[in-house]
């Protein structure tokens, strides 16, 4: 009996090694594709979440400068900072305790520059120094003698904190305090604490005057934790009586910041020019601050190709360099600009 082929009906026959190539080779243009779109949109979520990133820390730091500018010089009743202020802390040409200053900067800070006891700037950016009164005041309920004074119990003052009153201005370091039902009383001695005091009292203080704790603000650029410049700000902390400023981080990702001061030249409370710090002689002219940042996403690859910016002194402003850096990178930047005229 001879072997007959076997036919299979067409409904049950297999694909061809070419059908089931131009099948792979289809499959894989499909994939190629859901991946492109899937990358695609992937970057497009990192590059909004970057530009929603940027703007969130932009912002925040310029409303917190503006905010911290326009309380510059803040003296309660007193008429200005500027002069006739009784300073009795000991070493009151110091930058930090000079309130006849309450805002100053530095220009173009290198590396290892020392300012207020800070140091380890980003180099080539710019400092701001204010000074005034703190906001939450109390009253003062009277004035004992050169060495008492007592406040309202809800100043919530401790020994060693810095302290200024007016309607007259004084400016020195609570030695003790004492807490009651009638108020806090606050003595000052010279030469107790750190700074200290060097002397007494000379000024007297009506009832109803205002007292608060003296405050010292210095923001500045300088590696933050994330291993990439970021904005700091410096407060007054007091540590059983030894009182000094302590960094904090205020904003990351914020590359750079340059500061020009506008200026009143005779007083006539127009503004004349904008300068920066090394130009400035008499800071008792400064009548208004111009910032200008530069901020980044925290993420790197967000643009397409490396980018830096460098700050062009006469447009004022952060400009994209033709050719990157070489420590160009692909980080989204943005420039935020602002000027905050000074109200006291």
Known sequence: MKNRPLHLPKSVAGYTLVEMLIAMLIGLFLLAGAFQITQANKRNNVLQKSIQQ?????????????????????SGFYES????????????????????????????????????????FTAGTDVLLIKGMASNTASVLSNVDSSHIVADVSSNFTAGDIVLVSDQASLFQVSSISNSAAGSAL???SGAGTPGNSALLNNSFNPDSEISKYDVQMFYIK?????????????LINKA??????ENELVSDIKDMQ??????NNN???LDAYDDASAITNWNQVVSVKLVLLASSNKDNVMPEKSSFSFDVNLVSFVKDAVAATDGDRRLKRVFRTSVPLRN
């Open 54 to 74: 940027v703007q969130k820390d932009g912002r925040f730091a310029v409303d917190h400068l503006t905010y911290a500018i326009k309380t510059a010089g803040y």
């Open 187 to 189: 003595t000052l001695a």
């Open 223 to 235: 590696i933050g934790r994330n291993g990439f410049p970021a904005l700091f700000k410096t407060m």
């Open 259 to 264: 500061i020009s001061y506008g200026i009143d």
């Open 241 to 246: 009586g030894t009182v000094s400023l302590q």
């Open 81 to 120: 900072l500027f002069s006739n202020v009784e300073n009795l802390i000991n070493t009151p040409t110091d930058i930090k305790w000079d309130v006849s200053i309450p805002v100053s900067g530095y220009n173009d800070v290198a590396s290892a520059d020392s300012h207020a006891g800070i140091t380890n």
């Open 268 to 270: 006539d409370k127009i």
